[in-house]
């Protein structure tokens, strides 16, 4: 059974830092790329960064994220990063782990919160 655990959303001020993790379970975690994905209220859901399998280095990042948002994988751990600086209001939505893929992908967790507030 796969399962993807996100944590480490909340409030925070605009240009305030989050660091948002995800555990995968249940499926070749190392071989599988990962990618996080926001949905702002009243938007489709959006892609915010993704990273590539092991062996094949590869990440990439929305334009709006770009040099403010990191994204990294721990295979030991089955867990992928998003660490968050300089946030902005924009920023606002449910930020969602997503797993096996790259131009789509198989499994997603359930989300988590991330406002920023000015």
């Known amino acids: 059974q796969v399962q993807l655990v996100e944590s480490g959303g909340g409030s925070v001020q605009a240009g305030g830092s989050l660091k948002l993790s995800c555990i995968g379970s249940?499926?070749?975690?190392?071989?599988?790329?990962m990618g996080w994905y926001r949905q702002a209220p009243g938007k489709e859901r959006e892609l915010v960064s993704k990273i590539s399998s092991i062996g094949i280095s590869r990440i990439t990042y929305a334009d709006s994220v770009k040099g403010r948002f990191t994204i990294s994988r721990d295979n030991a751990k089955n867990t992928v990063y998003l660490q968050m600086n300089r946030l902005q209001t924009d920023d606002t939505a449910v930020y969602y782990c997503?797993?096996?893929?790259?131009?789509?992908?198989?499994?997603w967790g359930q989300g988590t919160q991330v406002t920023v507030s000015s």
């Open positions: 997503a797993a096996c893929g790259w131009a789509n992908f198989d499994y």
């Open positions: 249940g499926y070749p975690f190392s071989s599988c790329g």
